[in-house]
Structures are given as structure tokens and as C-alpha cells.
């Protein structure tokens, strides 16, 4: 194991155009990582040729993980992670990408060795329009901090030491939603600390009906067993503000009508003063799309 090795995993789930964009940032990357490995829980004969044809790295690892009883790409994220020898973790989104100075900031950064995780800033893109995301900045924060409010880390925008990650279990897979938040609030619990790169070295794609598109029964169901793992913890408006977001995922299109009330109530009655004015705001100006 070189120092300053990186390992990058990439979950896929039948995006291969997506995935070219993904695999074509990680080529760009001015720090090479030593392994590539793209997790495919969907496997076919066109994402394998892809990934050979596309990446032009000399180590790229292609992996069926079909078989695992909970897939998802926390499980992809686990299973690229238990073949990786380097002393760094980085992963990427099929639909996200990587400006090329990523892995080299953050690198450098974790080379000082105060810190197990660097994360960096990013923009989200929809379309041709592209607005930084809500980020933390230089403010740290405590694992109880975030417990309910993730202050900006998603599954493609950090690099940890590799002996962190499996000392902290890796991503919980049971976890169909905020399964990145969940993995920094445990690497918080256990004591590491972290450092920020305020620049916006990766682009989260987002579609245009994002609002929506995130509302289901699978993402309801998704943060209950969120709430249900880190229950003992809560405060009283952290629970609050989590079961407002079970009441948004539910009023999902084709939700049956008087559920959709239903949620739509509880949903007001557990936001906050803040959430109500924002979405005021929103409305009085005119934008349509559906907040909460």
C-alpha cells in the first residue's frame, strides 16, 4: 500500500450514460487513484464493456453484486470496499462526477493526519443551471448536531481513511435513505474528527421533478428505520422535525386522497416556524412547484 493510495468505488444501477460521465471525472482526477471498482447490482454485458472501454485505468475491477440480499448502493459501497488494499475510500455516485482536483485536495488534506474524513463542497445541476448545495462550511458540528439535519455529506463527496470505515462498520445497508447521513453521525459517535474543503469539487445531478421524485412509501418507510436506529438519541424537535419528513415522503403522486391530507396535516403540525415561512416565501413568489 503506497501512500496516499485511493481506492474509488462507484455503485451503479442501470445508468451506463450516467456512469460514462462518472468514470470520465475519476480519469480527469490529477491525483490517479490506484483502483477503480464499479459495483453493479444489475449486471449486464453493456455496463461491463463500458466500464472496461470508458475508464482507460490500468486496475479497474468490475463486480456483479446481484446476489446480495439487500441491494442498493450502500450494500455496492460495502462490497467495492472489502477488495480495497489502499489506505483511502472514495466514492462516487453513477450520477454524480468529480471535478479534478477532488481526490488531490482532498488527499493532501488527509495527509496531515489529524483528520480519518475530508469532504468538499458541490454544486447541484439540473439541466443546464447549477446552484451550490447547502453546505456546513468551517462550522463543526457534533454527531448529536446532525442527528436530524445532514450538514452536506452524501455518498460522493468525501474521502476516509480506510481503516475508519471498517472500524465504523461501513454504510448500513438496512438504510434505503440517509445512509450517508447515518455513516458520519457513527464516524462522529466514534470520536474521529474531520476537515472541510470549501470548494465545489463535485456536481450532484438532480432531476427536475426532485422534489417529487424523492416522495414514496419506500422513502417513508426508509426514514422510520432511520428514526427507529438512532431513536434513544433524538431530542424532542430533531424526532419532530425527522416525522415531517416521513408526512412529506408520503404524499407521493397516486397517494390516495385522503391519506395525502392526512400527511399533509401532520406534516405542518411537525415543521417549524422557519419551514412554514420559507414555504410562504416560495408561494408569494410565485414559484409553482409543490414545497413543504
Known sequence: MSTGSVTCIVPTHRRDAALARALAS????????AVVVVVDDVPSPETRQLTRERTGHPDITYVDNSGTQRPGASSSRNAGAVLASSEYLAFLDD??????????????????????????????EIGAERTRRPWLGSRPVTARDCLAW???????????????????GGFDDSLPVFNDLDLFVRYLQSGRHYAVVDEELFIQTADG??????????????????????S??????QLRALKREVHLAQRYVGQRQHLAA??????????????????????LAGDKRMYA
Open 26 to 33: 475519476i480519469v480527469e482526477q490529477r491525483h490517479t487513484p
Open 95 to 124: 450520477d454524480d462526477r468529480w471535478e479534478a482536483g477532488f481526490l488531490e485536495q482532498c488527499v493532501a488534506r488527509l495527509e496531515l493526519g489529524d483528520v480519518d474524513l475530508v469532504t468538499v463542497a458541490g454544486a447541484v
Open 150 to 168: 445532514n450538514p452536506g455529506v452524501t455518498g460522493s463527496n468525501f474521502v476516509i481513511r480506510r481503516t475508519a470505515f471498517e472500524d465504523i
Open 209 to 230: 421533478d426532485d422534489h417529487l421524485s424523492s416522495r414514496s412509501a419506500r422513502r417513508a418507510a426508509g426514514i422510520q428505520k432511520y428514526i427507529s436506529k438512532h
Open 232 to 237: 434513544s438519541q433524538l431530542s424532542a424537535g
Open 262 to 283: 392526512y400527511h399533509f396535516v401532520l406534516m405542518w403540525v411537525n415543521s417549524s416556524p422557519a419551514q412554514f415561512l420559507t414555504v410562504l416565501r416560495r408561494k
